[in-house]
């Protein structure tokens, strides 16, 4: 049903602990329930939000001295899921819970909610704004985090296909043009890269203002792109922008454009919801943070229109289990993903079944 | 579980685009999620609620020149069912979704959520004030819509036993009377008539008032009559009033009585819920819509007090589910409906699995 | 799943018909929905709450003359659980509703969910402070009524093991003594006791109140004392208190300690939800009202701390149903419980097949 040997997006930093009073956080990722804290040194780590003395969620407890102390009755669990002490108690025979990879990359906390031993840094994505655990200079970064009663996949297939864009956000970034221009879909190793080129348009409302911010003309005709990457397990990035027409567009110098990068982290909650990780990051006016903030606004209330539509098209599916969906030509960046997703799956349940001895 | 070939109020008219914006309307019957539109030339349409590419609501689309175009990718379905266009798509193959017979009559839209082939304009039931789509001149009806969450047939119980006025609704057109005075039920054909007539009796608040308002006398012994017809699937009609006493109750002279007709349209939303469209039909004052709107308003309180008892008596059989009724001579009326239920059901249930080839 | 065959708590008295308007009261006590109301004479009668006619719950309906009366159609249910009459019906013949046996002692209305053969009032706890149905002269009683939804079980193991103290009530009972200080469990006949005694420690700050409510220094060490007792099938009683070190703890003098005891009277009411009456018992100032609402209000909040982890690590069991708990010597007291539960269940479980008569 998922991924598990991959890293997710789990949370932003400032979830945890913001105001520095010891308080962990709760969260459910691929169905593990996770709780999140600072441990020494203010590393962070994720474990089992499990006490194993009488079941009690951790995150209900409170950080001391990089130990989570269970609030109900006080055992103190170390960073790696082995109790530390107990009041009263020796622990050295208490069962250890789970604890899981986590890395701190790119302005987010990620968690690898598979098999410790496969996990490396190495594995994360790359992003061309990330310097580490920070944004890259030169660049800035806004987004959100929306929880969503939805499959994680349909996300996905709703990122690869942006011809939802002219119905559902007709407002700000549709445009009929996108319906009438055929996108292709390639699979490049292990992504899925799905690109529409629309030339000498008017830009929607959404790229007239992008337009003005980088000082360029709003009512000339411009050529706008979109270039969707699906990498395993859930993530798309989609490069999009306008140009003034004929000036090369999404190679057009910087100063004829207006680009962005569109940031959807998908990260499986349970198996009909997701922690989805909204985003944009962009190198125009990287340091004008009301800007910044302006976008993340506009974008939040689009992405809320895509909220409305996939939780009632989940139940809509709920509602018929049996039934078969059209896989059309706009479709195939979604089904591209899914076969992969597909790939993935079976080679990690080849791997578990392998891991358990033939009898003898 | 539902009488399938068969029509069935859906809604009022008023409640499919009544604001002339494309709206359309999603509503349930019989388990099957609809969606009610008009069509070219302002005809009702009722499809199911599925887009056939992604499945995605149509609800939730917009009308557009009597299409209903999918909110999500723009998908242009026609009335029957059939997908017209998509933008960059050829649809000539995409699979057809259901569409149910839709008719308007006597003011409501009403659907047959079985199988089309059998449906006919002349099943629909005879209503003494209905002309074609409209009310009959000299006549006047108002109503409302309920959701309760109770199994249909326990509506039909409810009408066909009218001894709970007493206790239900003490204040209003209960009267001891009723439970004092054995009831009659016959069948005829497809018909179940339960009637009780109470002579010489005072008239209950809500009697009174309709006396005043025939300009009749409300302090002198009344003649009151109680006839309900049920009719499958789901219809109870029950023609109600009283008389100056000894005037011929329920054929009395109109200048002696005052009389309407309650009609009750109980529509099984799932397993466990109805839409109920209830209302009231008389031929007195027929043109003061004050007093029709005063006639809701109360009908509505007093209907406002079955859903309580209805909705509680559900939930208290869900936890009983192995238990017996009784069925007393008041409940024979609600004995003899199920038992045609059960007849025309296991009608439905042999004419389908005729349908059904025999293996080689 | 419930020992049945016992006394629980259901209700307070002044629940039952408050204001003397023939109310029933609705409650479910080990998964049988109950209603309770005061039949001639006032003495109170819990039958269940399902009318025999059409499953109406009896609950919605109105005591008239003692009588249940059913507010469907006027069905009139004695205390015994047979029908008395019904208008124009002759009842005889009409199945009886099961009545379990009720009592009033304590204050609190008891019924006994089991087979009523089996009941008689000497199987109620013997409660010091209990003078039949009230209180007993020089005593005071306040308390409260919670639901929570946890099992059963979850309260007496909170019950038994008061280290908890120390983290969810840390501003009011709790201090690190009690960790620090071992507690002893021992079974006595059908009772579970676990104490624990810590000597010439600062009293936390509920004590202090206590002390100063004595007349006695607040700031001076004192023997602080905990008795837990469990007895069948879901009470426990704590006899807590504070002495002025060094004068005997829980043998001093009256002048020289505050003591009281915590009452807890835990009535399951499905497999997963409780109804938790709780409160305190004290022979000082017994007539002061004002200091008994004191109490009871800072006893509450306390309480609502356990509420809210008890609710929460009972999620976080459902989520891990497979997982074993750790079983430490501070919850030794919870073992012991749960072991005589166990018996007991047995024990009933074994009584029950008996009765079942072998196939020949």
């Given at each position: 049903?998922?991924?598990?040997?991959?890293?997710?997006?789990?949370?932003t930093?400032?979830?945890?602990?913001?105001?520095g009073?010891?308080?962990?956080?709760?969260?459910?990722?691929?169905?593990?329930?996770?709780?999140?804290?600072?441990?020494?040194?203010?590393?962070?780590?994720?474990?089992?939000?499990?006490?194993?003395?009488?079941?009690?969620?951790?995150?209900?407890?409170?950080?001391?001295?990089?130990?989570?102390?269970?609030?109900?009755?006080?055992?103190?669990?170390?960073?790696?899921?082995?109790?530390?002490?107990?009041?009263?108690?020796?622990?050295?025979?208490?069962?250890?819970?789970?604890?899981?990879?986590?890395?701190?990359?790119?302005?987010?906390?990620?968690?690898?909610?598979?098999?410790?031993?496969?996990?490396s840094?190495?594995?994360?994505?790359?992003?061309?704004?990330?310097?580490?655990?920070?944004?890259?200079?030169?660049?800035?970064?806004?987004?959100?985090?929306?929880?969503?009663?939805?499959?994680?996949?349909?996300?996905?297939?709703?990122?690869?296909?942006?011809?939802?864009?002219?119905?559902?956000?007709?407002?700000?970034?549709?445009?009929?043009?996108?319906?009438?221009?055929?996108?292709?879909?390639?699979?490049?190793?292990?992504?899925?890269?799905?690109?529409?080129?629309?030339?000498?348009?008017?830009?929607?409302?959404?790229?007239?203002?992008?337009?003005?911010?980088?000082?360029?003309?709003?009512?000339?005709?411009?050529?706008?792109?979109?270039?969707?990457?699906?990498?395993?397990?859930?993530?798309?990035?989609?490069?999009?922008?306008?140009?003034?027409?004929?000036?090369?567009?999404?190679?057009?110098?910087?100063?004829?454009?207006?680009?962005?990068?569109?940031?959807?982290?998908?990260?499986?909650?349970?198996?009909?919801s997701i922690?989805?990780?909204?985003?944009?990051?962009?190198?125009?006016?990287?340091?004008?943070?009301?800007?910044?903030?302006?976008?993340?606004?506009?974008?939040?209330?689009?992405?809320?229109?895509?909220?409305?539509?996939?939780?009632?098209?989940?139940?809509?599916?709920?509602?018929?289990?049996?039934?078969?969906?059209?896989?059309l030509?706009?479709?195939?960046?979604g089904?591209?993903?899914?076969?992969?997703?597909?790939?993935?799956?079976?080679?990690?349940?080849?791997?578990?079944?392998?891991?358990?001895?033939?009898?003898?």
């Amino acid at each position: 049903m998922f991924i598990r040997n991959a890293w997710y997006v789990a949370a932003t930093p400032n979830e945890i602990d913001p105001l520095g009073a010891g308080q962990p956080l709760a969260r459910q990722v691929c169905g593990e329930r996770m709780v999140l804290f600072r441990g020494p040194g203010g590393a962070i780590s994720a474990l089992e939000d499990f006490c194993p003395h009488r079941g009690a969620p951790l995150s209900l407890g409170r950080v001391c001295d990089g130990e989570l102390v269970c609030g109900y009755h006080g055992l103190r669990m170390g960073c790696d899921g082995r109790t530390v002490a107990m009041p009263g108690q020796r622990v050295r025979g208490f069962p250890a819970i789970r604890a899981w990879p986590v890395a701190e990359y790119a302005g987010f906390v990620w968690v690898w909610p598979g098999d410790p031993a496969l996990a490396s840094h190495e594995q994360l994505p790359a992003l061309p704004w990330a310097d580490g655990a920070a944004v890259k200079p030169g660049w800035a970064y806004g987004g959100g985090h929306y929880e969503i009663a939805c499959e994680w996949r349909l996300m996905i297939d709703n990122l690869m296909d942006l011809t939802h864009e002219t119905y559902v956000h007709a407002d700000s970034i549709g445009q009929p043009e996108i319906d009438e221009t055929p996108s292709q879909t390639r699979v490049v190793g292990d992504e899925v890269i799905t690109s529409r080129t629309m030339n000498a348009i008017q830009a929607p409302p959404f790229w007239q203002q992008a337009l003005a911010m980088n000082g360029l003309p709003t009512d000339q005709p411009v050529d706008r792109w979109q270039v969707c990457h699906f990498t395993p397990p859930s993530h798309v990035m989609i490069e999009v922008g306008v140009a003034l027409a004929g000036r090369g567009g999404i190679d057009a110098p910087d100063d004829a454009k207006a680009a962005t990068i569109v940031v959807d982290f998908i990260t499986p909650e349970t198996a009909g919801s997701i922690h989805y990780f909204w985003g944009m990051a962009r190198r125009f006016r990287a340091d004008d943070a009301e800007l910044t903030a302006r976008i993340r606004e506009g974008q939040g209330r689009i992405f809320s229109e895509d909220r409305a539509m996939l939780e009632q098209q989940q139940r809509n599916l709920a509602a018929h289990p049996t039934r078969d969906l059209l896989k059309l030509n706009i479709d195939s960046g979604g089904v591209m993903s899914r076969r992969l997703i597909d790939r993935l799956l079976a080679a990690e349940a080849a791997a578990a079944s392998a891991q358990i001895p033939a009898a003898a």
